[in-house]
């Protein structure tokens, strides 16, 4: 499957711990996103990579979360001090240059926080 | 205030029945996108509509983009029970590549 890949598909966690989750774009993509999808609600834009670099943050990204893309292919979502508003389906994407809006989605991963 | 308002928010209809899905802004986008979720998923693209007054059919689905490229529509003809599912509008200002998307209308085509 070369599609994008999302791990773990589901994260239960205790108020206070640090979760990382990990996306895999596909190939030959060089954009790559993060959004956050809380139940009844479109995805919200955390922030996006072009290559290594992160080019936009959204201010729902507090200074709890961090995103890196090291080498321009895969990336890490890590949240720490995790709250129970953490609660919800974090969805990465990729898309490749000039074909700015076509994102191709994981399936997302899935974090509770009891 | 959310940028693109999407309308209905729940569309219950039965199979056989047309529909259409509203997505309106006050702004202007470069292009706009229609996605499709279904739960435990994430969405896949449907289409993207770039010029204004544009219109793209895709099987039984039929996108429009408004001439001031503000606002877009979405119309299903003969709905199937397949095509229950979350459908959302998603577009990109001008000098962004982010992707900003509506709440979504959750359709239900019962059989």
């Known amino acids: 499957d070369t599609g994008v890949s999302q791990d773990p598909r589901h994260k239960i966690t205790k108020r206070g711990q640090n979760v990382t989750f990990r996306c895999d774009p596909i190939?030959?993509?060089?954009?790559l996103y993060w959004y956050r999808q809380t139940l009844g609600q479109g995805p919200e834009f955390l922030t996006y990579?072009?290559?290594?670099?992160?080019?936009?943050k959204s201010r729902l990204l507090s200074d709890r979360f961090s995103a890196e893309r090291p080498k321009g292919s895969f990336s890490t979502l890590e949240i720490q001090r995790t709250e129970q508003g953490d609660s919800a389906m974090y969805l990465c994407?990729?898309?490749?240059?000039?074909?700015?809006?076509?994102?191709?989605f994981g399936e997302g991963s899935r974090l509770t926080v009891l | 205030t959310q940028l693109l308002e999407q309308s209905p928010q729940f569309l219950s209809i039965q199979e056989g029945e047309n529909l259409t899905v509203y997505c309106n802004s006050s702004?202007?986008?470069?292009?706009l996108q229609w996605y499709r979720q279904e739960p435990g998923e994430g969405p896949v693209l449907l289409v993207t509509?770039?010029?204004?007054?544009e219109v793209k059919k895709l099987k039984r689905l039929t996108f429009q983009f408004g001439d001031a490229r503000k606002d877009s529509s979405l119309h299903i003809t003969a709905a199937q029970p397949g095509d229950t599912g979350l459908y959302l509008c998603?577009?990109?200002?001008?000098?962004?590549?982010?992707?900003?998307f509506g709440k979504g209308t959750k359709l239900t085509v019962n059989p």
């Open positions: 994407a990729s898309s490749s240059r000039g074909r700015a809006g076509e994102l191709f």
């Open positions: 190939s030959e993509h060089n954009r």
């Open positions: 990579f072009q290559n290594e670099a992160q080019l936009e």
């Open positions: 702004s202007v986008f470069s292009s």
């Open positions: 509509v770039v010029t204004g007054g």
């Open positions: 998603a577009g990109v200002r001008g000098g962004s590549e982010k992707l900003v």
